[in-house]
């Protein structure tokens, strides 16, 4: 299983996807994002999962699915005690706005709205939006923008891109549950140790 996007500053990245990894190939998932940052409550791990290969983002995630790998990664991560300070731990799906980081995420999502922020303007345009047309021949994102414009983009030129949901059709793309949450600290560890 794999995990598209990983932001983990001051953890060890080896220790915590070696605690991560095995329970998404149990549930046959992939996660698409695996993030360590603050917010106002604190520190969070946030993980957004979604089935491999599934072309709706989020479908087939559920809150039953999300709390069962919730409590699988907290006792994971308890074991592995990779997380000194205290957090929470959110598992969700990516919701119906997902971010695209791969080429395969761009073949895979063709046919659908999305919007790609750009590195350099294109036609004195930073952004792009319309529909995904996969990808050329020669690996690049192909978009067709909403003035019905066929765009070629080398994965390098886009600083990020994400779907788009249609709010005036109100389309049915399932978002799936945002997430499981689980406060952890290293006295709550130690705590259940004993």
């Not at 994965?155 to 952890?184: C, M, Q, Y």
Request: aromatic fraction near 4%.
């Amino acid at each position: 299983m794999t995990i598209a996007h990983q932001k983990l500053p001051g953890l060890d990245r080896e220790r915590v996807l070696a605690a991560v990894e095995p329970i998404l190939a149990a549930h046959r998932v992939d996660g698409v994002e695996l993030v360590f940052k603050t917010d106002r409550g604190g520190w969070v791990l946030e993980l957004t999962i979604e089935k491999a290969g599934e072309r709706l983002p989020g479908a087939g995630i559920t809150v039953d699915l999300c709390g069962e790998i919730s409590r699988e990664l907290s006792a994971a991560l308890d074991v592995a005690d990779c997380i000194a300070q205290r957090y929470r731990l959110e598992v969700g799906s990516p919701g119906v706005e997902r971010a695209l980081y791969s080429e395969a995420d761009y073949e895979r999502f063709a046919g659908q709205l999305a919007k790609l922020k750009l590195k350099q303007p294109r036609n004195s345009e930073y952004v792009l939006s319309g529909t995904l047309n996969g990808l050329s021949p020669e690996k690049r994102v192909v978009i067709q923008t909403e003035r019905g414009e066929l765009i070629e983009l080398s994965l390098d030129e886009i600083d990020n891109g994400h779907l788009v949901f249609d709010w005036k059709t109100g389309a049915k793309r399932s978002g799936g549950p945002k997430a499981a949450r689980r406060p952890h600290s290293r006295e709550q560890r130690s705590a259940r140790r004993r």
